[in-house]
């Protein structure tokens, strides 16, 4: 035999919008004077030939006025002690794959769409705030996974949305590092890092732009820009390894007119000082 449970709030006839609501369903787990408080648990079924149950947590859709129903799910504060942890994962698989975790935005019709927000804990402490760490998954086998961040294609107006990694000021000390690095590699060459420009049909390419810091320190030098090829280390006799190159070359014209339709070009200038000499342009082989 088959049988359901089923649990359901009162259902609400009136006419006020305010006041005649449904009947809430509130499940709470017991009190404890010493130890700590009952826990509230909810498993599906186990089915020993096929799957086990799935488990749907939803609120309903909205009706003709209001919002859809929202969802909270978050643990207590504390007092004395950490406040509890939130876990969601998938469980193993045995000749399959682990369950895959998916996160989406509901689309809308009116306004700007709706947002995704993590954030990692603040504290008062004389310690680091929490940290955020977005890991691709292993194989022990191949490749491991990639990791991809990308903003959605503009529409027939406007741009597509812009990608910024920045990191917080600092009132005392040196503010955080950008540092984007390539694994190393066996039997096999380090992973390359590119760094390209989309193209346009209006107006000028868009630029690349790189600057090192300034400083306000009396007495101290602006930050260094330093492009280096890589280090051939083999020392090998017969062929040992060869240092990489640094190539500068200035954008291609394929315009037609002899006078107007020029390359691009290489231009070295040294900085420029308000009392002393000026920066230098130094080249040696």
Request: hydrophobic share 30%.
């Amino acid at each position: 035999f088959l049988f359901f449970a089923q649990l359901f709030g009162g259902a609400a006839q009136g006419g006020h919008y305010l006041d005649d609501v449904g009947g809430n369903i509130e499940l709470a787990g017991g009190y404890s004077r010493s130890a700590w408080g009952g826990a509230v648990k909810a498993r599906t079924g186990y089915g020993e030939s096929t799957s086990s149950g799935g488990l749907s947590l939803a609120t309903a859709n909205a009706g003709k006025a209001g919002t859809s129903g929202s969802m909270d799910l978050q643990t207590g504060s504390s007092s004395r002690g950490n406040s509890g942890w939130l876990l969601l994962e998938t469980g193993d698989a045995t000749r399959g794959r682990g369950g895959n975790i998916s996160l989406f935005v509901g689309f809308g019709d009116s306004g700007s769409g709706g947002n995704i927000t993590a954030a990692a804990g603040s504290t008062t402490a004389e310690r680091t705030g929490g940290s955020v760490a977005v890991t691709t998954g292993a194989s022990t086998a191949t490749s491991s996974g990639s990791f991809r961040v990308s903003t959605a294609n503009a529409g027939s107006l406007g741009t597509s949305g812009a990608i910024r990694f920045s990191t917080g000021t600092s009132s005392k000390g040196n503010s955080g590092a950008v540092r984007a690095t390539t694994g190393a590699a066996t039997r096999g060459s380090g992973g390359a890092i590119s760094l390209f420009v989309g193209k346009g049909d209006s107006g000028d390419g868009g630029a690349v732009l790189v600057a090192a810091g300034e400083t306000s320190d009396a007495g101290a030098q602006g930050g260094l820009v330093a492009l280096t090829g890589g280090s051939g280390s083999s020392r090998d006799r017969r062929d040992g390894g060869n240092g990489g190159d640094v190539s500068l070359t200035g954008g291609a014209a394929h315009g037609r007119n002899a006078q107007l339709d020029t390359g691009g070009d290489l231009v070295f200038t040294g900085g420029a000082a308000g009392s002393a000499t000026g920066g230098s342009v130094l080249m040696s082989t």
